[in-house]
Nanobody, 120 residues
């Protein structure tokens, strides 16, 4: 089995920064794409950013220039550096990963999410 655990959420004032982490563990052979999604109250879950195993990134227009996704393949961990945070960024942030396990079976996994609240 594979587990994803997010950390780093919290309460921050507008204009502030947070860094989220997503650590993958379990019977992992290889992690392909990793990504961050978010879901605000009353809204659908939306893509924030993705990163391939080779480091190619993709961002939602709403976060371009403010958020940076990265990963450490040796640690099976992805990060989301969030700067210039705005109240509209308030949401539960979820990590997603495309993982091939040690039995060479691939699947997409989700973490349980971490709350980010931007408010003065």
């Amino acid at each position: 089995q594979v587990q994803l655990v997010e950390s780093g959420g919290g309460l921050v004032q507008p204009g502030g920064s947070l860094r989220l982490s997503c650590a993958a563990s379990g019977r992992i052979s290889r992690i392909n794409d990793m990504g961050w999604y978010r879901q605000a109250p009353g809204k659908q879950r939306e893509l924030v950013a993705t990163i391939t195993s080779s480091g190619t990134t993709n961002y939602a227009d709403s976060v371009k220039g403010r958020f940076t996704i990265s990963r450490d393949n040796a640690k099976n961990t992805a990060y989301l550096q969030m700067d210039s945070l705005e109240p509209k960024d308030t949401a539960v942030y979820y990590c997603n990963a495309d993982v091939r396990n040690i039995f060479f079976v691939s699947g997409k996994y989700w973490g349980r999410g971490t709350q980010v609240t931007v408010s003065s």
